[in-house]
């Protein structure tokens, strides 16, 4: 398993929860996408269930050595102890289910309805909690409002806020922040041991502290990616043209990526911008922010099209051009 860089305090937290005796069933992971969420409920989870069939690992953080029996099952798989909720692909073979369905949380019920196996710990990862159906959702409160003994949930989330407040309420909160750039800098070369310094100076400059995000867009010309946004947000776009450019391009399935990666940055651009204004132009740029938030944020959860949505976020950022007012007349 791939070492984890950062998130000392949440790991500190995580460590005193379990050496204590007394781990709290559910744990909320939090932050923002690529910076080391599901690696940590994996690591989490997996020294959970190395503790408990022993040897206890020495190793320091959440790590357990490569040979101990339960990071082998782990790696091949094939751990009956363990289970992951995640969204499915589609039968197509190229594609993501919208949503981790109702049966997937229900199927959690095999592995409550029998003795566990390596030793007297389960673990339950659902990378990532935002995306299950509401059904899901209520199938999954159920389990963590009377946690099965000696269970352990981990729950990956990019955006907590959204979530049911009844399932936020019965977990343990651990916030994961960005990475500061040496750390994210030491992530990047350990995940690409082939790049050079220019490119990883340039990822860091990128990822924003998130390197997972860093490595799904090496490649896609992010900058200029940023450029186009730049221009819109500068000179505006009276006629039209340049966003319907932007949108075209973003929408060919084989952009599918750095559509991705435009859906991301967006909104971020807007609210560098939002930072330099005061007074109703902050407020307008603020309203700006929301909506392209909540665009961005549904677009792919909802199947949206790629060059509408596109379309409307690029109209967002020349929506901040100077001299353009942003109140409706």
Same mark, same amino acid.
């Given at each position: 398993?791939?070492?984890?860089?950062?998130?000392?305090?949440?790991?500190?937290?995580?460590?005193?929860?379990?050496?204590?005796?007394?781990?709290?069933?559910?744990? !909320?992971?939090?932050?923002?996408?690529?910076?080391?969420?599901?690696?940590?409920?994996?690591?989490?989870?997996? #020294?959970?269930?190395?503790?408990?069939?022993?040897?206890? =690992?020495?190793?320091?953080?959440?790590?357990?050595?490569?040979?101990?029996?339960?990071? #082998?099952?782990?790696?091949?798989?094939?751990?009956?102890?363990?289970?992951?909720?995640?969204?499915?692909?589609?039968?197509?073979? &190229?594609?993501?289910?919208?949503?981790?369905?109702?049966?997937?949380? #229900?199927?959690?019920?095999?592995?409550?309805?029998?003795?566990?196996?390596?030793?007297?710990?389960?673990?339950?990862?659902?990378?990532?909690?935002?995306?299950?159906?509401?059904?899901?959702?209520? *199938?999954?409160?159920? $389990?963590?409002?009377?946690?099965?003994?000696? &269970?352990?949930?981990?729950?990956?989330?990019?955006?907590?806020?959204?979530?049911?407040?009844?399932?936020?309420?019965?977990?343990?909160?651990?916030?994961?922040?960005?990475?500061?750039?040496?750390?994210?800098?030491? *992530?990047?070369?350990?995940?690409?041991?082939?790049?050079?310094?220019?490119?990883?100076?340039? !990822?860091?400059?990128?990822?924003?502290?998130?390197?997972?995000?860093?490595?799904?867009?090496?490649?896609? %010309?992010?900058?200029?990616?940023?450029?186009?946004?730049?221009?819109?947000?500068?000179?505006?776009?009276?006629? $039209? *043209?340049?966003?319907?450019?932007?949108?075209?391009?973003?929408?060919?399935?084989?952009?599918?990526?750095?559509?991705?990666?435009? !859906?991301?940055?967006?909104?971020?651009?807007?609210?560098? *911008?939002?930072?330099?204004?005061?007074?109703?132009?902050?407020?307008?740029?603020?309203?700006?922010?929301?909506?392209?938030?909540?665009?961005?944020? $549904?677009?792919?959860?909802?199947?949206? %099209?790629?060059?509408?949505?596109?379309?409307?976020?690029?109209?967002?950022?020349?929506? !901040?051009?100077?001299?353009? =007012?942003?109140?409706?007349?």
């Amino acid at each position: 398993m791939s070492a984890l860089f950062g998130h000392e305090k949440a790991i500190s937290a995580f460590r005193a929860g379990l050496e204590s005796g007394r781990l709290h069933h559910a744990w !909320l992971l939090a932050g923002p996408r690529g910076i080391g969420k599901t690696l940590f409920a994996d690591k989490a989870a997996l #020294r959970v269930l190395a503790d408990a069939a022993g040897p206890r =690992a020495s190793l320091p953080e959440l790590d357990v050595p490569e040979d101990h029996p339960a990071a #082998r099952l782990i790696a091949a798989g094939s751990h009956p102890d363990l289970m992951r909720l995640e969204r499915l692909v589609k039968d197509s073979g &190229t594609e993501l289910a919208r949503s981790i369905t109702v049966d997937q949380v #229900r199927s959690l019920q095999r592995l409550f309805a029998t003795t566990p196996s390596m030793s007297p710990w389960r673990a339950v990862v659902v990378d990532a909690v935002d995306d299950l159906e509401t059904a899901g959702a209520n *199938a999954l409160l159920k $389990n963590l409002e009377e946690p099965p003994p000696d &269970t352990v949930f981990l729950l990956v989330s990019h955006a907590p806020e959204r979530l049911l407040p009844t399932i936020r309420s019965r977990c343990r909160l651990l916030r994961l922040a960005p990475l500061a750039d040496d750390v994210m800098a030491s *992530a990047l070369e350990a995940a690409l041991p082939d790049a050079e310094a220019e490119e990883i100076a340039a !990822l860091v400059e990128v990822g924003k502290g998130a390197p997972g995000r860093a490595v799904a867009w090496r490649g896609l %010309d992010v900058e200029g990616l940023d450029r186009e946004m730049e221009a819109l947000v500068r000179e505006g776009d009276p006629f $039209n *043209a340049r966003r319907s450019a932007l949108a075209q391009s973003l929408a060919l399935k084989s952009a599918q990526p750095r559509y991705e990666a435009f !859906l991301a940055r967006a909104p971020s651009r807007i609210a560098a *911008a939002a930072k330099t204004l005061d007074g109703p132009a902050l407020a307008d740029a603020l309203k700006l922010w929301e909506g392209a938030s909540a665009l961005a944020a $549904n677009a792919q959860r909802l199947s949206l %099209d790629p060059q509408t949505t596109a379309f409307e976020l690029a109209g967002m950022l020349a929506e !901040l051009a100077p001299g353009r =007012a942003l109140r409706a007349a």
